[in-house]
């Protein structure tokens, strides 16, 4: 016999291959509504009677008994007598209705709204739409004024309201705003004081070229706010409002990477030749907007934002107006991720421009906020370079940040003290307390680039600190957020640090090589050099030594910013062992930045094969602070191994 099905969006209802149960009367539906209601638990006896009447009447157990019979006649129709039964039981000191998940319209709602969030972003507003189609009315319908209904209603109608509006959300962001306001039309009619609706209207309204009826939305929320409720509109209509006025590229319709790279581009050059040949001060901060939309579509757009940045720079600095240059310097809030410059000449010069313009800059309160900018500028430009410069600039910014009421240069300024961050080993703990508190800070204020930024920087920290599970649970947020705002250089990282992890969980050494290989040809046309430059000859490295396994360092590969470490490998291998003791005495300490602990054991696993005494006691003090970790995996990208393995070899080498 098929299956009975139940309904609680709307009158309730009972049903077995599309036909409806006769249910008797209204205390029969009450009874299967209240036993629906408790979700496959017992509901005693007594708390039916208190339920079903306000003052039970003498005989209440007795017709509730009477109540469950018929329900079960109708429910089970050919059970035999006597026999149990299966689907509304009596159990302890009460009864339970023993319906499958699949078969309450309820809970497939609530199954179906959260499996939306887990597929892809172009599958989830159809299942949305189909979840949606299941209300017939309100929830528990005829019930609408018990009391025992109550919770249950107004947890089912929020989680309806906010279904509709992560439908919109979706198609929104998969660029098909248009088919998007008809429903938020009708929804906010119904519902007015959905402030998040009327949020995703205006945007989707903007997003279809209707610039001046996104803007009438918005006024009309706010005077309906004020109107009826005496309430601004809260910080996300506010900001909306700001960004549709100054036509934020960032609110323009999603398109395929490389047409959105193009499209920018082609506005920025634009807004730049008119800017210069103008004079315009606010076509110049114009366009380090556009500059920092193009920024985020990867391969060719990095690299052409940061060379038109430079230019910006200079031709604000020539109007002679310091306030003007803070704000073009500063407004390229770009989130950094990796702690190595892609072009440290483009670096120090941008470097060079802030610091003249902090020193123009008048005293006082008032410039705070363009001070904090500079100084966050500063510290992310100095990223890799061991100089007290940059930790004093990433200190300064932030304490400025928090004395501030701008959740963005908050964000900014902890960009810098991530990127300064790396001084020393065993930092992941500040690392991720710094990823932690973007990620809180971007999800309360709508900061898309800044989430992706704070769970990258959890991921690199959880995994130098041993926390798989938790790096994964960052990794899948990375994934998903770049799936919906099309942010294509994230899935870079995560790429390696599946790589990464594969290798740190004992993964077969085959497939862990092959992962890194796989993950090093993401970057290509990337536009990230700081990142992919000798890289891969890295990771491999960190693999085979973390294995055991002979260095086997091949001096034709492009080493790039690791050679000094690579070199002494190969001269070992050629038995040249004076000229490779001579190459690691000269070795600097690692730059500042997310490899310094894998540096540290590549010099380490040298002075082991050399028996330099010096070079293992600098690399045992360097590696100490970090007990407990696995090198190299706070870069989120590659692994030397336990960090105690490397100690425990470099103590048994001095005390031997």
């Not at 490389?258 to 076509?283: F, I, K, P």
């Not at 590549?602 to 050399?610: G, N, R």
């Amino acid at each position: 016999m098929e299956a009975v099905t139940f309904g609680v969006l709307g009158p309730v209802t009972a049903e077995r291959a599309g036909d409806a149960l006769a249910l008797k009367g209204p205390r029969h539906r009450a009874v299967l509504a209240r036993l629906i209601l408790a979700r496959r638990r017992v509901v005693p006896l007594d708390r039916l009677v208190r339920d079903l009447w306000e003052e039970p009447p003498p005989r209440a157990v007795g017709a509730v008994r009477t109540f469950v019979g018929d329900l079960r006649r109708a429910l089970e129709p050919d059970r035999p007598p006597r026999a149990p039964a299966r689907l509304l039981v009596t159990e302890g000191p009460g009864y339970a209705l023993r319906a499958a998940p699949d078969d309450v319209d309820a809970w497939r709602f609530e199954a179906a709204v959260a499996e939306a969030d887990r597929l892809p972003a172009a599958q989830a507003p159809d299942r949305l739409r189909a979840a949606l189609a299941q209300w017939r009315g309100p929830a528990y319908a005829e019930f609408a004024g018990e009391e025992w209904t109550r919770g249950e209603r107004s947890r089912l109608t929020e989680l309806r309201l906010r279904a509709v509006e992560r439908r919109a959300e979706f198609l929104v962001d998969l660029g098909r705003a248009a088919e998007a306001v008809p429903d938020l039309d009708a929804h906010l009619t119904e519902h007015p004081w959905r402030e998040e609706a009327w949020r995703l209207l205006a945007l989707a309204l903007y997003r279809t070229g209707r610039q001046a009826d996104a803007l009438a939305v918005l006024r009309r929320a706010r005077d309906l706010l004020a109107r009826h409720l005496g309430v601004d509109p809260g910080p996300g209509l506010r900001r909306l409002e700001a960004r549709v006025l100054a036509q934020d590229p960032d609110l323009d319709p999603p398109g395929e990477p490389a047409e959105a790279a193009a499209r920018l581009w082609a506005r920025a050059t634009e807004a730049y030749d008119r800017a210069v040949a103008a004079g315009s001060h606010a076509r110049l901060e114009s366009t380090v907007g556009l500059l920092r939309g193009l920024a985020v579509t990867g391969g060719g757009g990095l690299q052409a934002a940061s060379r038109q940045r430079v230019a910006a720079i200079a031709a604000a600095e020539e109007t002679g107006d310091a306030e003007l240059t803070a704000r073009v310097i500063g407004s390229y809030d770009v989130p950094a991720n990796w702690t190595r410059s892609d072009d440290p000449v483009l670096a120090r010069q941008v470097v060079a421009a802030a610091e003249r313009t902090l020193a123009a800059l008048p005293d006082g309160p008032a410039a705070a906020p363009a001070r904090c900018r500079l100084l966050a500028t500063v510290a992310v430009e100095s990223r890799g370079v061991r100089s007290p410069r940059g930790p004093r600039a990433a200190a300064e910014a932030e304490r400025l940040a928090r004395g501030l009421d701008d959740p963005a240069l908050l964000a900014f300024a902890l960009n810098g003290a991530f990127m300064q961050s790396c001084t020393a080993a065993g930092t992941a703990p500040r690392r991720d307390a710094i990823g932690a508190e973007l990620v809180e800070l971007s999800a309360r204020h709508g900061m898309v680039n800044h989430a992706v930024l704070g769970h990258l920087i959890r991921l690199q920290a959880r995994s130098a600190l041993a926390d798989p599970a938790g790096a994964d649970e960052h990794a899948d947020a990375v994934d998903l957020i770049a799936a919906r705002h099309e942010r294509p250089l994230a899935g870079v990282f995560t790429a390696w640090y599946r790589a990464l992890r594969l290798a740190v969980t004992g993964g077969p050494y085959d497939r862990a090589e092959a992962a890194f290989r796989s993950a090093a040809a993401l970057l290509e046309g990337a536009g990230m050099p700081g990142l992919e430059r000798g890289l891969l000859p890295l990771a491999l490295l960190g693999l085979r030594l973390s294995r055991g396994r002979p260095a086997d360092v091949d001096p034709r590969a492009d080493w790039g910013p690791y050679r000094p470490w690579a070199e002494p490998f190969a001269l070992l291998a050629d038995g040249r062992r004076t000229d490779a003791r001579t190459a690691l005495r000269s070795l600097a300490e690692p730059p500042p930045d997310l490899l310094y602990e894998a540096l540290c054991c590549a010099e380490a696993a040298l002075a082991l094969a050399l028996g330099e005494r010096t070079a293992l006691e600098r690399t045992y003090e360097r590696l100490l602070p970090a007990a407990g970790e696995i090198a190299g995996a706070g870069s989120g990208l590659l692994t030397f191994g336990p960090v105690d393995t490397w100690l425990a070899g470099l103590r048994r080498a001095l005390d031997g």
